[in-house]
C-alpha cells in the first residue's frame, strides 16, 4: 500500500511474492464506470488488483471497493454445482446437488409446460446486469427469439428508464476534462461511482471547468460546486434558470433569487469557454422516482451540444440495456418494430408487443399473471425497492429459475439453481457508462462444475430445439458485430486485435507522440472494420479501450506499463535499486578524471 511496507494489504500480506503472481488485464465490474486493472493470483486465487492507468476511464486509480472488493470471488457460499428441488430430498429447503443434464433438462421442461399453459408472456426475466455483453446478448436472443416473451429487465426498478438511457446522447469521461461546464443531477457520485466522482472533481478542481450540483443534500462534490437546492422530485424547476443561462438568456437565468446570485458567478465563469455541456444524470435515490430527474434531463437536452453519462451502479448495466434486456428493445439500442426484419433473419422470430419492466414483471407475478420467472445474477428480495411486493411476487410464481453464483433469498425458493461462474472466471466483454466496449480476462479456473451464462443459454435454447450455434465467446462477439447495428463492426477480431496490433485501429485519443508506441491509447467506435474504425465522441454506440497501457496527455504516471512487442513483461520491471549502478558512475567518475581538463 505504501512504499517503503510499513502499511500492507492483508488479502495480499505473506501469500506470495511478486515475482510468482501471474497477471492478466482486465476491467473491474464494482460499478460502471469499468476501470481498467491488473487482475494478479497466485495458486488459482486472485490476490491483488492493480490500477492500469487508461487514460479515457480511470488514469489508474481505483476504488477501495474496486481494489480490494474481490474476494467474494472465492467465498464459500459459493453455489458450485446445480441443484434441482425434490419435495423428497431431506432438509428444509428441499434443493439437492445435481448433474448438468439433469438440471438443465428441469429448467427447460418448466419453462417450456409454463409457455405451453399460459403462454410466452407468462414468463419474465430480470437480472442480466453483473455479467458479460455476451452473456447479456444469449439470453435477449433465448428470451425474445425462442420463449418470445418481452418481459425482460436488467435493472430493478432503481435506475432509469431504458429509453431514456439508450435515447441520450451519451458523452464520454474525457469530455469532463474539457467540458463548458458540468452539470450533475444524481445520489453522492463519491458513494456510487467514486473514480467518476474523482474524474469530475479533477476537471473541476484541477482545470477550472465550471461545476453545477442539482441536489436536495450535501454530497462529495457539493464544496466544489455552485449547489441549487432541489427538494425531490422538483428537480425540472431548479434546473429551468440553468437551462436559460447555458443558452444565452443570462438576465431570465440570474432573476431566481439565490439561486440568481450564485448563477450569476457561474455565469461569469462560462465566458469564453466552449465544448459540450456535459450532464451526469442518475437516480438521486430509490426513494424517489425517475420521472423528475427525466424531466430535468429533458430540458437540459434543449441546451445544444448538451451530452450525457448515466449514472447507474450495476457492473454491465448499460451492456445488457445496449444488448436488449430492456422492455422493447433489441440488441444494438434498437425498438422491436425498427429491428424486427434485421435481427429476425437472424433469430426467426422476435416479439410482437413490448413487455413488462421490473417492477410490471413483480406486480403481474404477484397479480398471478406472471407464472415463471427467470432470475440472472440478481436477488429482487434485496435489489428491487419494495421488498413486499417482490416476496409476494417470488411466492406466487410456478416456477423460479435462478442462475448465478450465491444462494441467496431468492434462490432458496427456486425449482432449479443453475451454477455460473463469475468475474475473473470467464473471458469476455463489458460495456461501461459511456457505452465504451472493454475486453474481461479469464484470471483463474473456477472450481466445482460452474458454467458460463452465456453457456447455461445456449444449452437452455438446444433443449428448446433452437440451435445457436455458438460455441465460444469469439462466436458469439461476432454474431453480436453482425446482429447489433450498435456493435457494427466490434467482432471477436477486432477485440482481439486491441492490444495486438494496435497499428490498424484508426486515430489516436489524445495527442501522444507518434514515436512512443507504449504511450499510444486507441479508441475504436461502430461504423465498420477495424480499418475503417474512427474516434468520434458524439453519437458513436460502441467504443473500444485497450485498456493497458495508455498514458494522460498531461504527463499522469503509469501504475502497469505496456511493454512494446518482443520485450519484458509490464508487470516484469527492473528493480528500483540498481546494484551495479554505482560501480558505473565510479568508471564514469575515472574516465572523466583521465581526460584532458578533468579533475
Partial sequence: ICPV???????Y???????????????????????????????????RLLGVDSEPVNQGWLCDAGRYGFEWVHSGQRVRTPMVRDAKAAGADGLTAASWPVALAAAAAGLERVRDTHGPEAIAFLGGARGTNEDAYTWC????????????????????????????????????????????????LREELPILHLRIRRAAVDLGVPLVEVSARTTGLSRDATVLRAVPGEQARAVEPLVSLLRGDERRATAAGRDG????????????????????????SVAETADATVQAAARLAQVPGTRFLSALHRGNVHGALDLGLAPGFLPGRVTLDAGRDHVGATWGTVPERRGLDAAGILRAAADGEVRALVLLGCDPLGDFPD??????AIANVEFLLVVG????????????VLAASVWSEHRGSGSNLEGRVQRLAAKITA??????????ACELAARFGSDFGLETVEDVQNEIAAVAPAFAGVDARLIRQVRTHPRRLGPLVGAHPPHDRRRRHRCVHRGGSAGAAHASTTDAATRMDSGIGAAGTDGTRQRVRSAPRGGPHPLRRRPAHDPFAVRRASHRAGALAREPGGS
Avoid: Y
Avoid at 5 to 11: C, D, E, F, K, P
Avoid at 387 to 392: M, N, P
Fill in 5 to 11: 511496507g510499513a502499511l500492507t494489504s492483508s488479502q
Fill in 13 to 47: 500480506r505473506f501469500r506470495a511474492r511478486p515475482w510468482d503472481l501471474s497477471a492478466a488485464e482486465s476491467s473491474c465490474q464494482a460499478c460502471a464506470v469499468g476501470c481498467r486493472v491488473s487482475v494478479e493470483s497466485t495458486t488459482n486465487r486472485v490476490v
Fill in 141 to 188: 436472443r433465448l428470451m425474445k427469439g425462442v420463449i418470445g416473451t418481452d418481459n425482460t429487465d436488467a435493472q430493478l426498478a432503481d435506475g432509469l428508464p431504458a429509453d431514456v438511457v439508450l435515447g441520450l446522447p451519451r458523452a464520454v469521461i474525457g469530455d469532463l476534462d474539457r467540458a463548458k461546464a458540468i452539470v450533475v443531477i444524481a445520489g453522492d
Fill in 261 to 284: 446570485d450564485m448563477l450569476a458567478s457561474f455565469a461569469a465563469a462560462l465566458e469564453g469557454r466552449d465544448g459540450p455541456v456535459v450532464v451526469v444524470v442518475g437516480r438521486p
Fill in 387 to 392: 421488498r413486499r411486493l417482490a416476496e409476494r
Fill in 405 to 416: 453464483a450465491f444462494a441467496e433469498d431468492a434462490a432458496e425458493r427456486a425449482n432449479v
Fill in 447 to 456: 472450481e466445482g462444475t460452474t458454467m458460463a451464462s452465456w453457456q447455461i
